[in-house]
């Protein structure tokens, strides 16, 4: 089954482009995140619709657990960056007829294409005939395929890194790599802990996060054409008219809408996304569900300075300011998690821009691929060369609307 999975996985063919697989915006080569470096990938039938959320990766995907609400309305588990889709198979079936996907007119349309696929024998005699009769339980037999593949491959979940490394004691860490696993740790400092776990769980070893939801009042990214004020995208509701400040057309409410719909607009979840693994975490820019953030120093910078610093993160289309946390209606602001360690809007940052750099350099150290008996051969992005300079200049990219037309044109050309 997870042997068919990898063929359905790198098909271009199932895509209503030709152009356009799983692996398309899932480079194993990239943490299974997109290998174009964009904030949003693009697909529909001509392969140049942008997206409206930033690729997660796959990496380790298949220990999360399904969608729950706990008694206290603690909200954890499911897939896609607002656990809309409860398992690994029901997710691995939407993307096939996703307007600005793989945009297939409808799942017969993606199952007529299946039939004609070289391996048709091959999932046959894994899922019989009667896993391909018809419409819905042939989509049922691509899920599960994927999801087996996902699950069963190593490459998804090598656990190698170099921190798998040290805690088995192959490996020592660098003193910047110690000093960051401290302040990782810490929770008057980085609290990074808080929510991306760095300890096992029974035999699974850390996975870095607790796939929980959190609104963390991310700044809003002007490269998305959805975020640009007249976009015509017909898939991009106008959910913002009665929302109120920042007066935006569109907003992206995580939890509440507007891809997953059966939780109250305005309610306590609006802005909720979920929290990723740190594991790769080096490798999968650019950062957070809507990319806005193309680096490691960028992103920690963020999260230490936000509320202490919001002119350097917050700003309209022309690069001027905007309120904090733009990337939300104002009126949803109380959803912010301004309690926790390194939010603390009264006092200076909690870190310094050196410790920063630190916490970098242990976030690399997540990276998989570490060989204890070769570890000069370990491959890190360059970003990983984090410096307190590097950090002390990091701030938000802005990008016009213009500048994101022309991006598009080059990319596509």
Sequence with gaps: MAQVGKQIFFDQAL?????????SCHDPARGFTDPNNLAVSFGGPNHDLPGLRNAPSLNYASYTPNFKIDATGKASGGFFRDGRSPSLADQAQQPFTNEFEMANASNDDVVKILLTRPYIDQ?????????????????????????????????????????DAYLAGKATLTDAETRGLLLFNNPTKGNCNACHISSRTGTTPALFTDFTYDNVGIPRNWSIAANLEGTTLPYVPKNGAALGDPNYSYYDLGICGPLRTDFRVGGSTCGKFKVPTLRNIALTGPYFHNGVFQTLDQVVAWYVTRDTDPGRWYVKVD?????????????????????????????????????????????????????????????????CGSTAASVGAARIQTVSASGATLVKTAIHK
């Design 15 to 23: 895509s209503a482009s030709g152009k356009q697989s799983c692996a």
């Design 123 to 163: 999932l046959t005699a894994v899922f019989t005939k009667a896993g391909i009769q018809d419409t819905a339980t042939a989509m049922q037999s691509i899920g599960r395929a994927l999801a087996a593949y996902q699950s069963e491959d190593p490459s998804f979940h090598t656990f190698d890194s170099k921190y």
């Design 319 to 383: 690069g001027t300011p905007d309120v904090p946390y733009n990337d939300l209606p104002v009126a949803f602001d109380a959803n912010v998690n301004v309690a926790e360690v390194p939010y603390n809007p009264t006092v200076a940052p909690s870190m310094t821009n050196q410790e920063m750099s630190d916490l970098v350099h242990f976030l690399c150290t997540l990276t998989d691929g570490f060989d204890p008996a070769n570890p000069s051969a370990y491959n890190v992005p360059a970003q």
